[in-house]
Protein backbone atom coordinates (compact mmCIF):
# COMPACT_ATOMS: atom_id res chain seq x y z
CA UNK A 1 0.00 0.00 0.00
CA UNK A 2 1.18 3.69 -1.02
CA UNK A 3 1.76 5.81 2.07
CA UNK A 4 2.83 9.44 3.02
CA UNK A 5 3.96 10.06 6.10
CA UNK A 6 4.41 13.63 7.58
CA UNK A 7 6.12 14.97 10.04
CA UNK A 8 8.12 18.01 11.00
CA UNK A 9 6.16 21.22 11.69
CA UNK A 10 5.65 23.46 14.90
CA UNK A 11 5.39 27.21 15.76
CA UNK A 12 7.91 29.68 14.90
CA UNK A 13 7.95 33.34 15.15
CA UNK A 14 8.21 35.62 12.20
CA UNK A 15 11.49 35.34 10.01
CA UNK A 16 12.15 32.11 11.39
CA UNK A 17 12.93 28.50 9.70
CA UNK A 18 11.25 25.19 9.68
CA UNK A 19 11.58 22.08 7.92
CA UNK A 20 9.15 19.47 7.50
CA UNK A 21 9.84 16.34 5.75
CA UNK A 22 7.74 13.46 4.35
CA UNK A 23 8.53 9.67 3.83
CA UNK A 24 6.74 7.87 1.23
CA UNK A 25 7.26 3.93 -0.40
CA UNK A 26 9.71 3.12 -2.21
CA UNK A 27 7.43 2.71 -5.44
CA UNK A 28 6.01 6.27 -4.61
CA UNK A 29 8.92 7.64 -4.09
CA UNK A 30 10.48 6.57 -7.39
CA UNK A 31 7.30 7.00 -9.63
CA UNK A 32 6.08 10.11 -9.11
CA UNK A 33 7.33 13.64 -8.19
CA UNK A 34 6.57 14.92 -4.43
CA UNK A 35 5.56 17.75 -2.65
CA UNK A 36 3.15 19.68 -0.34
CA UNK A 37 0.34 21.66 -0.66
CA UNK A 38 -1.07 23.66 2.14
CA UNK A 39 -4.10 25.00 3.47
CA UNK A 40 -4.94 27.79 5.59
CA UNK A 41 -8.58 28.06 7.23
CA UNK A 42 -11.10 29.74 5.00
CA UNK A 43 -8.67 29.71 2.07
CA UNK A 44 -8.54 27.12 -1.13
CA UNK A 45 -5.84 24.31 -0.50
CA UNK A 46 -2.65 25.70 -2.09
CA UNK A 47 0.20 23.69 -3.92
CA UNK A 48 3.21 24.92 -2.68
CA UNK A 49 6.58 23.37 -3.96
CA UNK A 50 6.29 20.13 -5.72
CA UNK A 51 9.72 18.19 -6.91
CA UNK A 52 9.90 15.74 -10.04
CA UNK A 53 11.36 12.30 -10.02
CA UNK A 54 14.20 12.50 -11.19
CA UNK A 55 14.92 15.48 -9.20
CA UNK A 56 15.38 17.37 -12.66
CA UNK A 57 12.37 19.86 -12.26
CA UNK A 58 10.79 21.93 -9.44
CA UNK A 59 8.02 23.90 -8.91
CA UNK A 60 7.49 26.68 -6.56
CA UNK A 61 4.11 29.28 -5.86
CA UNK A 62 5.77 32.90 -6.10
CA UNK A 63 4.04 33.36 -2.23
CA UNK A 64 6.69 31.26 -1.72
CA UNK A 65 9.41 31.34 -4.05
CA UNK A 66 12.73 32.02 -3.07
CA UNK A 67 12.28 31.50 1.10
CA UNK A 68 10.75 27.83 0.10
CA UNK A 69 13.42 25.02 -0.65
CA UNK A 70 12.20 21.58 -1.36
CA UNK A 71 14.67 18.43 -2.11
CA UNK A 72 14.77 14.59 -2.36
CA UNK A 73 16.78 11.92 -0.49
CA UNK A 74 15.95 9.21 -2.98
CA UNK A 75 18.13 7.55 -0.48
CA UNK A 76 16.02 7.22 2.07
CA UNK A 77 12.41 7.89 -0.18
CA UNK A 78 11.96 11.28 1.72
CA UNK A 79 11.34 14.88 0.40
CA UNK A 80 12.21 17.95 2.38
CA UNK A 81 11.08 21.29 2.63
CA UNK A 82 12.91 23.88 4.24
CA UNK A 83 11.61 27.51 5.35
CA UNK A 84 13.00 30.33 6.07
CA UNK A 85 12.17 33.77 6.78
CA UNK A 86 8.30 32.18 7.77
CA UNK A 87 5.48 35.14 7.83
CA UNK A 88 2.44 34.79 9.27
CA UNK A 89 0.63 34.18 6.26
CA UNK A 90 2.33 31.25 5.84
CA UNK A 91 0.43 29.75 8.87
CA UNK A 92 -1.42 26.14 7.80
CA UNK A 93 -1.68 22.70 7.71
CA UNK A 94 0.75 21.44 5.15
CA UNK A 95 -0.34 18.19 3.37
CA UNK A 96 2.59 15.61 1.88
CA UNK A 97 1.39 14.47 -1.80
CA UNK A 98 2.40 12.55 -4.80
CA UNK A 99 1.70 12.45 -7.97
CA UNK A 100 2.58 13.61 -11.55
CA UNK A 101 4.01 16.82 -11.74
CA UNK A 102 1.45 18.27 -14.51
CA UNK A 103 -1.33 16.89 -12.25
CA UNK A 104 -0.12 18.64 -8.48
CA UNK A 105 0.47 22.04 -10.59
CA UNK A 106 -3.24 21.64 -11.10
CA UNK A 107 -4.34 21.10 -7.95
CA UNK A 108 -4.63 16.91 -8.05
CA UNK A 109 -2.58 13.88 -6.32
CA UNK A 110 -2.82 10.38 -6.55
CA UNK A 111 -1.39 10.13 -2.55
CA UNK A 112 -1.90 12.28 0.21
CA UNK A 113 -0.01 12.56 3.66
CA UNK A 114 -2.00 13.22 6.99
CA UNK A 115 -0.62 16.76 7.54
CA UNK A 116 1.69 18.40 9.24
CA UNK A 117 0.75 22.23 11.14
CA UNK A 118 2.89 25.15 10.98
CA UNK A 119 1.92 28.31 12.87
CA UNK A 120 3.91 31.52 12.44
CA UNK A 121 3.14 33.26 15.13
CA UNK A 122 4.70 36.17 17.32
Known amino acids: QEQLVDSGGGSVQPGGSLRISCGAS????????LGWFRQAPGKERELVAA????????YYSSSVKGRFTISRDDAKNTVFLQMNSLKPEDTAIYYCAAGYLPELRVGHAKYWGQGSQVTVSS
Open 51 to 58: IAWPATNT
Open 26 to 33: GRTATTYA
